[in-house]
């Protein structure tokens, strides 16, 4: 097979928002389709009408987008593809490797309670199997509902995962599935086999929990005449606590950490290293590197753990890496949406604006941190850090900070070194040191005690703005309660 044949495939099912497992999978499917030159296909599986919840696709699908993966063809959905499942169940029945199975669901429960009394499998006893066709025909004639099931063959299932290698068992420990509900539905494993054949799917790589279904596929695919694609069966992710990352036990599905402000690249890249090794010692790519590197071999059966903390050293290493124009970009919207500015004053002002962001990007962990640490460039109404003011706001502040704002307001232009001499020079004049002034100045300009550099912090602001909020910091110290 030429590698621009390969078609992979991701198919969520809208019971729940994305999970960082489903995108996980999506991005190995993508980077193995992009790598080989093939095609990447999405296909949502909205069959199961209990647990469905249709209004959930288009969030799948935009949190997929914003991780940069789409479907290089239309996306297919299952529920328009009913008459198809259909005669393919007509056609098990013709070639002898389906059967119809007349079995009540209490029957059926009953057998199962049966075997687990007695410690064997749960398994379906065939009785149905054994019927003629005469008393077939008779109780479809008479109305009896029925499901269909595969008839399993004797002997056993080998098959040569992409990740695992060889993993086979033995038929006798797979029941004879039901293909076709008595309503006339198709089950899971059934639909599946036929979408992935009908997509023309060469490769499947999906979740290692998946194992037992691709046993029964295989069985599926065989039944029915059609081609066997290649399976590879990736690791769970497991949280910290080694459990499973699970929506029941609260993990964030992929869009939150959009609204976290983790960047899609950082995203990607993270979740790209979660059962798949690069063999360097790097770990931070852009997107088209790990497309150039990626190799299928090199994904790794062990479980793989989510530690959210390295997610976002991810985050932070790929906010430095975007330019301060593309941050900016990102920025701008959320700093309105915070109610900090507004967009006309940002258009106005987008040299300032690039300004702050390149100040501010070497010490944000997240793309919000932006709007909660450099409100104060924007706006005059923040307050003072309670815990800083007690340590840093007293008498001899607001007299360093009007001494300060005076020998600012004679410089002869503000820049990082004029500002940083003058204050130096107080500093020396009073006998004090620097930190006795820098920390209430910079608490003065900014309500926080941290934030980058302070003199860079100052020339942003530019010398008005600084004089100002000097000189109200010296007002407030002087007029506040005395505790």
């Known amino acids: 097979m030429s590698s621009s044949n390969i078609r992979v495939r991701i198919a969520p099912s809208p019971t729940g928002y994305l999970h960082v497992g489903t995108a996980r999978t999506a991005i190995f499917n993508y980077l193995f389709a992009r790598h080989e030159g093939g095609k990447f296909l999405i296909r949502i599986e909205d069959t199961d009408v209990e647990r469905n919840d249709n209004s959930l696709i288009e969030p799948i699908l935009s949190a997929l987008k914003w991780l940069g993966i789409e479907s290089d063809e239309p996306v297919v959905y299952q529920s328009a593809r009913l008459s198809l499942y259909k005669e393919q169940v007509k056609i098990l029945l013709e070639n002898g490797h389906g059967y119809r199975c007349f079995c009540a669901p209490s029957d059926l429960e009953a057998e199962r309670e049966k075997a687990r009394a007695e410690k064997r499998p749960p398994r379906y006893s065939r009785k149905c199997l054994g019927l003629s066709q005469a008393d077939v025909d008779q109780r479809v004639k008479a109305g009896q509902p029925f499901a269909v099931r595969l008839r399993i063959p004797e002997g056993e299932i080998v098959f040569n995962d992409m990740v695992s290698g060889e993993i086979r068992i033995k038929n006798e420990d797979i029941e004879d599935l039901v293909v076709a509900r008595s309503d006339g539905s198709a089950t899971y494993n059934f639909a599946v086999v036929i979408d992935d054949h009908d997509m023309g799917i060469t490769h499947v790589i999906r979740g290692n929990d998946h194992i037992s279904n691709t046993f029964k596929q295989i069985h599926l695919y065989q039944a029915l005449g059609f081609p066997v694609p290649r399976f590879g069966h990736v690791p769970l992710i497991l949280r910290p606590d080694k459990k499973k990352v699970s929506k029941r036990l609260g993990d964030k599905d992929v869009a939150q950490y959009q609204h976290d402000g983790i960047l899609p690249e950082a995203m990607f890249n993270f979740l790209s290293l979660l059962g798949w090794s690069t063999k360097t010692e790097q770990e931070i790519f852009t997107r088209r590197q790990l497309i150039e590197i990626f190799d299928a071999a090199h994904l790794n059966p062990s479980n793989a753990v989510f530690d959210e903390e390295k997610l976002i050293s991810f985050n932070k290493a790929h906010i430095q890496m975007m330019s301060d124009h593309d941050l900016a970009v990102l920025v701008a919207p959320m700093l309105v949406e915070a109610g900090v500015t507004t967009k006309y004053w940002l258009e106005t002002r987008w040299d300032y604006l690039r ?27 923040f307050t003072y850090d309670p815990e800083a003011m007690a340590k840093h706001f007293d008498a001899e502040s607001a007299e360093l900070l009007s001494a300060l704002a005076d020998r600012f307001a004679a410089l002869s232009e503000f820049t990082h070194q004029s500002a940083e001499q003058a204050l130096e020079g107080l500093a020396a004049e009073r006998q004090v040191k620097k930190a006795r002034i820098i920390h209430p100045v910079r608490l003065a300009v900014s309500g926080m005690t941290v934030g980058p550099g302070l003199y860079d912090t100052l020339v942003v602001l530019t010398r008005p703005i600084v004089l100002d909020r000097l000189k109200k910091a010296v007002e407030y110290i002087r007029t506040r309660p005395q505790i």
């Open 355 to 381: 300004q702050v962001v390149g100040l501010l990007k070497e010490r944000t962990r997240r793309v919000t941190d932006f709007v909660t640490l450099g409100g104060y460039f924007f706006s005059q109404d």
